[in-house]
């Protein structure tokens, strides 16, 4: 590898890792960006994995993830991208490759199910927010049924983000040759 490839490499990495900081910086000026912000954030990790490779992507997560919990002001947020949303793009490569594909949902609905309790109990827990107790098991089970709505919508994002990509910007503004 040359090191002009390698620098190119390292500027990009640089790039998405300062976008996805900025947006999870926006969390603490947009509140109600909490969710959509690591969201988008995780989106931009689509093109360093297309443009670079699968273990680039995870070096820009990982810095991704301690700039953003160092960084933000909104550490929810912040939780939700290391949790989750930052390296969910990355593994969703993986998991499209499962043939069956109720047991791709299946198993995509299990890794998110098992964020989604993670993230309630280190939000209780560690920064001490309160809690949906008043309001009975009711509103966890209704909470947790939109949440994952709000994730399948999400992962269908994440596939035609991910085609639009590959076969219209990289083509059309990149210039390159239309890849399967």
């Known amino acids: 590898m040359t090191a002009k490839k390698t620098s190119e490499r390292v500027a990009l990495g640089g790039i998405v890792?300062?976008?996805?900081?900025?947006?999870?910086f926006l969390t603490g000026v947009l509140p109600a960006l909490y969710i959509a912000a690591p969201m988008c954030a995780g989106m931009l990790m689509l093109i360093l994995v297309e443009e670079v490779s699968?273990?680039?992507g995870w070096l820009t997560y990982l810095a991704t993830s301690l700039l953003a919990m160092i960084v933000t002001f909104d550490k929810e947020?912040?939780?939700m991208f290391i949790l989750f949303f930052g390296y969910y793009p990355i593994l969703r490569m993986y998991l499209t490759r499962i043939?069956?594909?109720p047991l791709r949902v299946v198993l995509k609905l299990l890794l998110f199910n098992v964020f989604l309790v993670i993230d309630y109990w280190m939000t209780v827990?560690?920064?001490?927010?309160?809690t949906f107790d008043d309001y009975g098991n009711a509103m966890l089970i209704g909470m947790a049924a939109a949440a994952n709505a709000l994730f399948l919508f999400y992962d269908t994002l994440l596939s035609r983000m991910h085609w639009f990509y590959k076969h219209v910007f990289a083509v059309r503004v990149l210039g390159k040759k239309r890849r399967s």
Do not use: E, Q, S
């Open 99 to 101: 043939g069956i594909k």
């Open 17 to 24: 890792a300062a976008l996805c900081v900025v947006m999870m």
């Open 77 to 79: 947020a912040a939780l």
């Open 125 to 130: 827990t560690v920064f001490g927010l309160p």
């Open 54 to 56: 699968v273990a680039w």
